[in-house]
């Protein structure tokens, strides 16, 4: 049974926030603790993939937890959501992040208030935020299909893996794009490169629910291949 709208809404401003303050406030730690941009970026990577698993898994049963709003087009356009819905879930997560990331400046003592000045432009950056988002997709839509329970670890550890094979470090999220622009430390984005990252994540999650539309088309859980190539 679906939970009343007002509550799923909450649930993603809350699970949008705490990823947001996660990224962030893991950011502002690891640039006080270390000089090492490897090491940092790893003190940044771990606890996202981490916070993911524990939203997704107590957030889940009552919103979806997508936390994300190229998420949230896909399950609109699959017509889990309705146009209204999906709005306001874009509509929550976005002030959720930038929620997010008041609070990580503001249990570390910075000012509230600050745009990033960390350029992420350029070709590849773009075609790494298509990746990232295509692969968050693809994940998503497969694990709901043939692991629903592993769903909130599949999510982690492929955001975990983003971070490190994706030259933009995998923002993936247009909500958290956004919030990271509001931030000028270690994960911060300059608003100025928004659009770019913003069209590149939502052409990726596009083209993942076109093409695993396709792919898991009659797929099921446990199904083999034999040896014509037929499921079975």
């Keep these: 049974m679906s939970l009343d709208l007002s509550r799923r809404l909450v649930a993603e401003g809350l699970g949008t926030g705490f990823l947001v303050a996660a990224v962030v406030g893991s950011g502002i730690m690891a640039e006080r603790l270390t000089t090492d941009m490897a090491l940092a970026l790893l003190a940044n990577t771990v606890p996202t993939g981490a916070i993911l698993v524990v939203l997704i898994t107590i957030l889940g049963p009552v919103s979806g937890a997508h936390f994300n709003p190229a998420v949230s087009l896909v399950f609109a356009l699959r017509g889990a959501l309705s146009a209204r819905e999906a709005g306001l ?4 997560q976005v002030l959720g992040g930038i929620a997010g990331t ?104 596009l083209i993942a629910l076109a093409l695993m539309s396709w792919l898991l088309r009659g797929a099921t859980a446990g199904a083999l291949p034999n040896p014509s190539g037929q499921i079975k």
């Design 89 to 92: 879930y874009v509509l929550v």
């Design 102 to 205: 008041l609070l990580a400046h503001a249990m570390f003592g910075l000012p509230l208030l600050q745009v990033s000045e960390t350029v992420r432009t350029g070709g590849g950056q773009w075609f790494s935020e298509a990746v990232a988002a295509f692969g968050l997709v693809a994940t998503i839509l497969a694990g709901l299909r043939f692991e629903r329970s592993a769903v909130p670890w599949l999510v982690g550890l492929y955001i975990t893996a983003a971070y490190w094979f994706t030259a933009s470090t995998s923002f993936a999220n247009p909500a958290v794009a956004i919030a990271r622009s509001l931030t000028d430390t270690f994960s911060g984005i300059r608003p100025l490169d928004l659009p770019g990252f913003i069209l590149a994540q939502l052409a990726g999650a």
